[in-house]
């Protein structure tokens, strides 16, 4: 269901150490509203990048999204708001899309802790650190 190639992954981790950097992360706005796509396979997906570059250069390259533009969105204001609402409503978070739109499709919950948890991770590996947290979780009944 996700596309787990190298390609991907390095964009996943690229974004995560990008948006910790900087302390935000962008997205594509049109009139005050966020972009949400649909996949084939039904998900709803918001498009998150790195950096404004990264962002126009894909909006650019798909004709029906020029009237979006990126957007900032600080960490506070990405974990704080609209964390629980993507979670609320389903929608996936598409890490750094490529210009094909080829990303990661990851749970909003689970791209919040790989945000909260970047700092400390000092070269480890998030999907590895994402399996110890819920092996915590199972042992101390919090499933």
Known sequence: MKDTSASNRKRYRDLID?????????????????????????????????????????????????????????????????????VEDGILVAANPDEHLNCLRVPANSFAQDLSAASVLQGKDISRLRRKLVQRRCHSGEA
Not at 23 to 45: R, V, Y
Not at 51 to 80: C, H, I, K, M, Y
Request: hydrophobic residues 40%; aromatic residues 6%; without cysteine.
């Open 18 to 86: 990008s948006a910790r950097a900087t302390n935000g992360i962008w997205i594509a706005e049109s009139e005050n509203l966020a972009l949400i796509l649909q996949n084939d396979s039904g998900e709803e997906l918001i498009l998150v990048w790195p950096t404004a570059e990264s962002a126009r250069e894909v909006l650019s390259t798909r004709p029906n999204l020029s009237q979006f533009r990126p957007v900032q969105r600080t960490l506070d204001r990405w974990l704080g708001s609209s964390t629980p609402h993507l």
